[in-house]
């Protein structure tokens, strides 16, 4: 389910990009001004066209958006990512099995000790 949201979220991402790009400039910027030809939808109409659409496809973005992270805090249920972190466990020799560190084959401290 979370990848078929995941999905739609990214073809309404790709989709709003657009239609934001198609949208006619108003003193700047790369939406493309256009004749005045004779289209289906020109002047005002084409705006509010692209306007609406904009705003549907906005919104329904951000209901993407919102049901993605609510899958997420559902799988999470109540770990961190400190928890999801692996604790090292010492087996008594100096190795701790997993730490950040390379193991150490000596007994010197990984710290210069403070005079």
Do not use: Y
């Amino acid at each position: 389910m979370q990848n078929v949201i995941l999905i739609v979220h990214l073809l309404l991402a790709l989709s709003l990009i657009g239609i934001v790009l198609l949208q006619r400039s108003e003193g700047g910027g790369l939406g493309m001004g256009g004749g005045g030809g004779g289209g289906v939808m020109s002047g005002r109409s084409a705006a509010t066209a692209l306007g609406k659409a904009t705003w549907i496809l906005a919104i329904a973005f951000i209901c993407t958006s919102l049901a993605l992270t609510i899958i997420e805090a559902r799988n999470s249920a109540g770990s961190s990512v400190l928890d999801q972190l692996s604790v090292p466990s010492s087996d008594g020799d100096g190795d701790t099995g997993g730490g950040l560190l390379p193991p150490t084959t000596s007994d010197e401290p990984l710290l210069p000790v403070a005079e």
